[in-house]
């Protein structure tokens, strides 16, 4: 038997072990947080965030190599700084969501401010599917819920955990509220389907892909392979975009905002795809750059290794949009 062989057979027989120990440790993390107060709860969060910052070298660098980039004209220090506070925001997302998730909806709900809710109840009044987008910013998870609760079921894409304990954990979080996940295999056909049938979609827009779906559009001054299924349903369909956010407030209240419908371009125009995904990236990068340190900066997002006059021609196919 060789080297590697008898290390994957090592990691298997690993990581059940190390599954069920992540999944031990939530569930007590989960009864602890229901037994806290909140506001002790959020500085907890912080706290969180602050340790996975001081231990995880890997992610900590990517962190702050993508925040320098994305705005070179910020000190090292400052960069830094930003990188931190996106640790501590994810830290305190995941302690809250926990805390939420065992609230009433009524007691939920008292939390949120919601703006722009207009948009959305003119968009479902039009009795057509509604797209909604956005990333992995803010408290996307929050978000996906509190939608849910004020507007009625939404199906979502998600990629699946490594740890099936921890998957069928958060699956059964958003499906109490209402919300509908599938699988990202014949995920495009799933979600036309409920387009057709005049539900509510949610993707996320931020992640690095790499599948035939992906197209490069400029993302906070660099190329980003980005799926291209909200724009070639919202091209085949009709539908409306709607980029959607959830900001913290002072008091461990949020808010969360409902963008204007993302303007649709000419359908029969060879480009449509493109622009469109690069309009939606547009709004979110808007947000990324007002609150840097609500974004996931940790994700590899950009892998595309291109010559400069291939970024170039990128920069000119999308109208140079990404520059700043």
Known sequence: ??????????????????????????????????????????????????????????????????????????????????????????????????????MPVKQMMELVEIEGGHRVEQALADGRGVI???????????????????FGQVVMVARSLDNPWLESMIGHMRARIGTRVVPRQGAVRSLLRALIEHQSIGVMADQHIQDRSAVVVQFLGRPAATTSTIAALALHTGVPVIPV????????????????????????????????TQRCSDVLETYVRRYPQLWLWMHRRWRIDQSPIEQTLCSEKVGGRGER
């Open 245 to 276: 956010f959830a900001l913290p407030l002072p008091g461990g209240r949020y808010r969360m905002i409902y963008e204007a419908p993302v303007e649709m371009p000419d359908p029969k125009s060879p480009e449509a795809v493109l622009d469109f």
């Open 1 to 102: 038997m060789s080297v590697t062989t008898e290390t994957s057979t090592s990691q298997r027989r690993y990581r059940p072990v190390r599954y069920r120990l992540e999944y031990l440790f939530v569930v007590m993390l989960r009864l602890a947080v229901r037994l806290m107060p909140r506001r002790c709860l959020l500085v907890l969060g912080v706290g969180v965030g602050a340790i996975f910052h001081r231990f995880d070298h890997r992610r900590r660098e990517t962190a702050v190599n993508n925040v320098r980039a994305a705005f070179p004209d910020l000190s090292a220090g400052e960069s830094r700084l930003i990188a931190k506070r996106a640790f501590f925001t994810l830290g305190r997302h995941a302690l809250d969501l926990l805390r939420f998730d065992t």
């Open 132 to 150: 909604f987008c956005g990333g992995h910013f803010g408290f996307w998870e929050l978000q996906i819920m509190v939608h849910a609760a004020k």
